[in-house]
């Protein structure tokens, strides 16, 4: 698997640095390296541009792949570079590729160190630690990429968010993270997409978090969604309960009398709203409208609940109107064989009590969905809703 894996990564660092090297524009110093070069003194940093540009257009014809022998006449176009300028970081990283394996390390991590903006240095360092297999010295180089240039990051960014599902990443991204760099939301919304690195994701979540955090630098709410989408609900409930300042007052429903905005929805009230219909979490109440006619998905909540007997209680600051439709469903949100039939609960009046059974339907997860629709020749109606409460019954 280890082999698999770094081999993978061989791929996949590969790929990002062609297409880095491609998005980042032109890799000479000036428009013409070569007539700057012809020039007496001798220009050395239009020489280092031009022995780069040969370099990376073999890298870029070897589908990332840096050469084991440097060219000769690469050479000695780039120790004529130095010569005339010492600090020529990508002459020196060309000098680089004809030496040993150590001496070639250790002279493009010098090269690295003169200049953090260099191709040819930073993409040899990045190659060669997917090689070896290195996560945490790889992260480090492609921090530096991301933070050297924007446009590296629509290549970079899900090759990082990749990474996390290998879970020794998350040791070496949360160091990482915790300085807070500047790619930081954008990486958080690259691992919402990322299927694979969820699992991880909580977990480096945590590690991150600090009693007077910030959390706009974070994605929490897509991860959330993110976890549920992929039906991690015991994951996503874990997060929730970790990052949430609300806890629960003791019902299966959060946040059952709206005494906050929602958070991290679904497991938090999630609302709709159209230009016919919409709920809305406003002043301790969930308001519900909608105009003649309309129906629809008011609001949704993933609850957790328990094999037995509950009881489903709902209280109305005002009266259903008589030609209004409104009622809970509660269905499985589990991909299990044999799910249990949704269960459709009208409401009546200013609300009451109403009992299920969950005893023997093989499903823990549901989605409490409220629905409703307005009378085809009524004027639709606006409903305020105190609270929805779930408690299991002995």
């Known amino acids: 698997m280890e082999k698999k894996n770094c081999i993978i990564w061989v791929v996949a660092i590969s790929l990002a640095i062609v297409s ?10 000036t428009t013409s390296p070569e007539l700057a070069i012809t020039f007496f003194p001798k220009n050395g940093f239009g020489a280092q541009a031009m022995v780069s540009g040969l370099t990376m257009a073999s890298v870029l014809e070897n589908n990332g792949q840096f050469p084991e022998q440097g060219d000769p006449a690469w050479n000695t176009l780039a120790r004529e570079a130095f010569r005339s300028e010492p600090a020529t970081p990508d002459a020196i990283a060309v000098l680089a590729l004809s030496k040993e394996r150590d001496f070639r390390r250790e002279l493009m991590e010098k090269a690295f160190e003169l ?3 260099q191709r040819v240095a930073t993409g040899w360092l990045i190659a060669d630690s997917a090689k070896r297999d290195d996560l945490s010295e790889l992260l480090e180089y492609y921090d530096t990429l991301l933070r050297t240039s924007s446009a ?20 070496f991204l949360a160091d990482l993270l915790s300085t807070r760099p500047p790619w930081n939301y954008r990486f958080w919304w690259q691992v919402n997409s990322t299927p694979e690195a969820l699992h991880n994701a909580v977990q480096l979540r945590k590690s991150l978090h600090a009693p007077d955090e910030t959390k706009e630098i974070y994605a929490d709410g897509g991860l959330v969604s993110a976890l549920i989408g992929q039906k991690y609900f015991i994951e996503a409930e874990d997060l929730y309960d970790f990052l949430s300042q609300n806890p629960s007052n003791g019902s299966i429903i959060r946040n059952s009398s709206f005494g906050h905005e929602p958070e991290y929805p679904p497991l938090d009230w999630q609302v709709f709203s159209t230009g016919e219909y919409g709920a809305a979490v406003v002043d301790g109440n969930m308001q519900i409208s909608a105009i003649s006619n309309s129906r629809g998905l008011f609001a949704r909540q993933l609850v957790n609940l328990p094999s037995g007997i509950i009881q489903i209680d709902t209280k109305f600051a005002t009266k259903i109107p008589d030609d209004a439709s409104l009622e809970i469903r509660l269905s499985c949100a589990e991909s299990i064989a044999n799910p249990p039939l949704p269960v459709r609960l009208p409401l009546i009046d200013q609300g009451g009590s109403q009992q299920i059974s969950n005893q023997a339907s093989g499903c823990s997860y549901f989605w409490l969905d409220i629905a409703g629709r307005a009378s085809e020749n009524g004027d639709g109606f606006n409903i305020s809703v105190e609270s929805v409460s779930i408690s299991p019954r002995s």
């Open 20 to 29: 880095s090297f491609t998005a980042l524009g032109s890799i000479a110093k």
């Open 115 to 117: 200049s953090r903006r």
């Open 152 to 171: 590296a990051a629509a290549v970079v960014m899900p090759v990082m968010a990749q990474a996390l599902s290998d879970e020794r990443s998350v040791a």
